[in-house]
């Protein structure tokens, strides 16, 4: 029997986020939670005929706590969306107190399910919680994940479209790094198929991947960021846990995780000098299993590209951080 949990269910990615996790045969209880209107997201879903029993919890009468108990894996989607001109650092006075909250319902009532966290800046909010549950004692590096796979499925449409393919799933484009402008870093040079394009366009591809966000975000036109694409992200990663719970092999993913805690991951922080950091993760049934580094197989230019993105992914973690450790009066 396999518990998920979506947190912030009611938004603009929980809600098509919860559908998607509705018609996985991989769901048998979908439990949602917010702090608005999830009863009534969970009644709409509710009458979906497939298997996952739906139930909607709010702030009020233990909500959290019935929400998480017995979870297997939670989804966090919540907290306020960017609007124009601001960047995801700007999110971080909201967010991140509200991850600490929800991380500290999963430390509590929940301490060993799948963490998988949305809410932005993510090179922030990932600290944040891992400080959380370090501070509970339930800190299990291989269940705690930051959900960079929207960064992948950009690079792989992105990439289609350059080279004028229909089919943008057939490409296989590593984006390293963390989930922000400069910190993400799509590593066009391992891509497969190859992406081999002059350095104008390899130039803007890659600014393209790394800034697309800001794309959904004008469009909207303050009506908040990304939500459709990030909600088929968002299952496609927490799928890939599923799958690799039930025993399937080989599943590789691109997500934000703390490097000590992983094997592999010594090789990446001797390098980058960082403990967080998004790079390809085999999972198994138990998590995070092994993390590659495939730093020493980077071209030149991307080597430029890392080490900008070093500079910002270490100011962000340290925020993170530094927000729980250096913050006793923190509601744990
Ligand atoms: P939204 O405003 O539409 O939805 C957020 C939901 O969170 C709301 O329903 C709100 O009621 C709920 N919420 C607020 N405080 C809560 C709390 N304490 N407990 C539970 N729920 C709470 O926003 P959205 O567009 O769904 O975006 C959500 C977050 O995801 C934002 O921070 C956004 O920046 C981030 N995001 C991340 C990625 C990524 O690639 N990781 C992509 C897109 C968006
Ligand atoms: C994204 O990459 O679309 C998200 O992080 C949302 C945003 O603020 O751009």
Redesign the pocket.
């Known amino acids: 029997m396999v518990k998920a949990v979506v947190?912030?269910a009611?938004?603009?990615?929980?809600q098509p986020l919860s559908l998607l996790l509705k018609l996985s045969p991989l769901v048998d209880e979908l439990a949602l939670?917010?702090?608005?209107?999830s009863p009534g997201v969970a009644a709409d879903l509710s009458h979906i005929s497939t298997k996952a029993k739906v139930t909607g919890y709010l702030p009020a009468e233990d909500g959290l706590k019935l929400a998480m108990t017995g979870a297997d894996i939670v989804v966090i989607?919540?907290?306020?969306?960017?609007k124009p001109g601001m960047t995801?650092d700007d999110?971080f006075n909201i967010?991140a107190g509200?991850v600490r909250?929800?991380i500290t319902g999963i430390a509590l009532y929940a301490p060993k399910a799948f963490v998988l966290i949305?809410?932005?800046p993510?090179n922030s909010t990932v600290p944040i919680a891992a400080e959380v549950l370090k501070k509970h004692g339930v800190f299990d590096p291989a269940k705690l994940f930051g959900?960079?796979t929207?960064?992948i499925v950009r690079s792989e449409t992105f990439s289609a479209t350059v080279l004028g393919k229909s089919d943008p799933s057939i490409f296989n484009v590593p984006v390293i790094g963390g989930?922000s402008g400069d910190t993400i870093v799509p590593l066009l040079s391992l891509a497969s198929p190859a992406v081999e394009v002059d350095d104008a366009t390899r130039d803007a591809l890659v600014n393209r991947i790394q800034f697309g966000?800001d794309e959904v975000v004008q469009a909207k036109e303050g009506k908040?960021?990304?939500?459709l694409s990030?909600a088929f992200?968002g299952f496609r990663f927490a799928e890939s846990i599923l799958k690799a719970v039930s025993g399937e092999t080989g599943i590789v993913e691109n997500t934000f995780v703390y490097l000590p805690g992983i094997p592999g991951g010594d090789a990446i922080k001797a390098e980058t000098g960082l403990d967080f950091f998004s790079a390809p993760v085999e999972l198994g049934a138990s998590g995070a299993i092994k993390i590659e580094n495939i730093l020493p197989k980077v071209s030149e230019y991307e080597k430029g590209l890392l080490a900008v993105a070093y500079k910002g992914l270490a100011t962000s973690i340290s925020k993170g951080v530094d927000f729980i450790v250096k913050a006793p009066e923190a509601k744990m």
């Not at 009611?10 to 929980?14: F, T």
């Not at 939670?33 to 209107?37: K, S, T």
């Not at 989607?77 to 960017?82: E, L, M, Q, V």
């Open positions: 947190a912030g009611s938004g603009g990615i929980g939670y917010d702090v608005v209107n989607p919540a907290g306020i969306p960017r995801r999110l967010n509200i909250d929800l949305i809410s932005n993510v959900v960079t929207l960064d989930h966000g908040g960021s990304a939500t990030m992200a």
